[in-house]
């Protein structure tokens, strides 16, 4: 259990004790929101529980909250892990932990190691994350970078928080889908959409396209195939992302998806014809108007081949994360409605990845005076490398637009976030090469300095952290968690000497670094970022 939980628990039993004996009138409890404290002065957790409940007890916050902490005071279990709780104006309860409790979780690290942090999810959850998933009409862009990375990582976490985890990429391959046809007739001349030096190239590369294939779906499926092969390398071996499944959307029309998906909609009575058209009753599942699946000249829309993928998908998996691009944002209610036409509106969420601009002298940096310039990943990854670039996109929460820093992504100094962290890992890596004393657990007992200790503290975060990212998909706090911790080592190292005369406190503080060591790789290993023993 969570320190977090534990403390909530306190706090219910403490409400639900002085309801019992007349002090507070009974209510329902409810939820008790408990958070980690923003600094260090106000204690390791705090709680707004006796502001949210003091209307229905008829009392001011701060009385209500001083009847609840005495209350935890009295409670003999309180002893062995809480050494203050305290009231704050306007009626806060922060809580401090004590200081053998803190020991105890650094012998926790000290004896799971890379396994710290990992936690029992659902047995049977199977969570599918879809992220990527570009069109195969070029290469990626910086703008794809936002939901490569963020998916990985999160996948990552998921895993780490004990689901079934599976990335899966999805191919819009269609031979008869408008974007396919299009590449089709630029193979032909017909066309100028998607056309780029990149995209003439791999036209070159077919071998007398015109003489052996004249419809254009075919020429386009051909030219696609080629595109995303391409693609599929740079992802696998430049940005280090391997996916489960790489779904092609042509395999599950050929499989006869989509008539399946059709004539399933129709056994609900969810279709209807208008125009000439096939519609969807999305309305009645909370889409703000009906959707078109088949027009009137008999081509399928892009909606109905979403349908039948996530009718696929959740044929295959209890969870689904769908990672969009900032362009998709007006579709996210109409695959709600889907979802809720299935039965399964909570078991999809749909993130979208907001815009990226890249930022050089504190203005936009831009490829060349033409405007539209879209700037290829790979170009960003050459740069700055892969690791400073999934670190620098992961620290920007995935709804915000994000500035890309060139001039500090490029920085080799501690002022990159990303050098500053791995300096922290190399720097213990040295320390511990010095001596070949091992750390014992009987000798944690001797920290005891208000850096070890404020080190211990943002060690002991990483579970936690991994069960809300787990839940809220929060990413970014991952990327400011190795910050923290990499500033709280720093200090300490300032502060506290590790190798002295004072064997006893030696080993403790061997101990001490070793145990962020061990979280920090496991926080950089979900980053996908190297832990390096040598700067």
């Known amino acids: 259990m969570f320190i977090k939980n534990k403390i909530q628990q306190i706090v219910k039993k403490a409400i639900l004790e002085t309801q019992r004996q007349g002090v507070l009138p009974k209510f329902e409890v409810g939820e008790i929101l408990v958070v980690r404290s923003e600094k260090e002065m106000f204690g390791d957790y705090t709680t707004n529980v006796a502001m949210r409940i003091s209307k229905l007890a008829k009392l001011a916050p701060q009385k209500v909250a001083e009847v609840i902490v005495n209350r935890i005071l009295s409670f003999s279990e309180m002893k062995d892990m809480l050494c203050r709780v305290e009231v704050k104006t306007p009626g806060f309860i922060n809580i401090t932990l004590e200081r053998s409790f803190l020991l105890k979780e650094l012998e926790k690290i000290l004896r799971e190691k890379e396994k710290y942090g990992a936690l029992m999810g659902p ?7 879809e992220f990527i998933s570009a069109n195969p009409t070029g290469k990626l862009h910086i703008g794809h970078g936002r939901g490569a990375f963020f998916g990985d ?10 689901y079934k985890v599976r990335r899966e990429y999805y191919i819009n391959d269609s031979k008869e889908s408008g974007q396919i046809k299009a590449l089709g007739e630029l193979v032909q001349g017909k066309e100028n959409s998607y056309k780029t030096k990149f995209v003439a190239r791999i036209i070159e590369e077919i071998q007398n396209p015109k003489s052996k294939i004249q419809n254009s779906g075919e020429l386009g499926y051909l030219l696609a195939q080629k595109i995303q092969t391409y693609n599929r390398q740079f992802i696998e071996q430049k940005l280090k992302i391997h996916f489960d499944v790489w779904f092609s959307e042509e395999n599950l029309r050929q499989l006869g998806g989509v008539q399946k998906t059709i004539n399933w909609l129709e056994t609900f009575g969810f279709l209807y014809k208008k125009d000439g058209a096939l519609w969807f009753k999305t309305i009645q599942f909370g889409d703000d108007k009906d959707r078109v699946l088949i027009r009137k000249n008999g081509e399928a829309t892009y909606f109905l081949s979403d349908i039948v993928y996530h009718r696929d998908k959740f044929e295959r998996f209890d969870k689904i994360i769908d990672i969009w691009g900032a362009d998709h944002h007006g579709y996210i209610n109409r695959m709600k409605a889907v979802a809720a036409a299935m039965g399964r509106k909570e078991d999809l969420d749909i993130l979208i990845a907001q815009l990226v601009r890249l930022v050089k002298n504190g203005k936009e940096f831009k490829m060349s005076k033409r405007k539209g310039q879209v700037v290829d990943l790979e170009w960003l990854i ?17 709804d915000c637009h994000m500035d890309f820093d060139l001039d500090r992504a490029k920085d080799i100094s501690e002022k990159n976030p990303v050098f500053y962290i791995q300096y922290a890992y190399a720097r213990i890596c040295s320390i511990l090469k010095k001596t070949s004393t091992s750390y014992k657990l009987q000798a944690i007992s001797y920290l005891e300095h208000p850096a070890e200790l404020s080190l211990i503290r943002e060690l002991i975060k990483f579970p936690e952290l991994i069960e809300e990212i787990s839940k809220n998909y929060s990413v970014h706090h991952l990327p400011a968690y190795a910050i923290s911790l990499a500033d709280k080592f720093h200090n300490f190292y300032e502060k506290c000497r590790v190798l002295s005369d004072d064997k006893k406190l030696t080993l403790a503080r061997l101990s001490l670094i070793l145990a962020v060591k061990i979280v920090l790789k496991n926080v950089l290993n979900i980053l996908g970022v190297r832990a390096k023993e040598k700067m």
């Open 123 to 129: 047995k049977r959850n199977r969570v599918q994350v």
């Open 382 to 398: 050459d740069e700055v490398g892969l690791e400073v670039a999934r670190f620098f996109y992961l620290m920007k929460s995935l």
């Open 153 to 162: 990582v999160l996948a990552n976490v998921l895993k780490k928080a004990g």
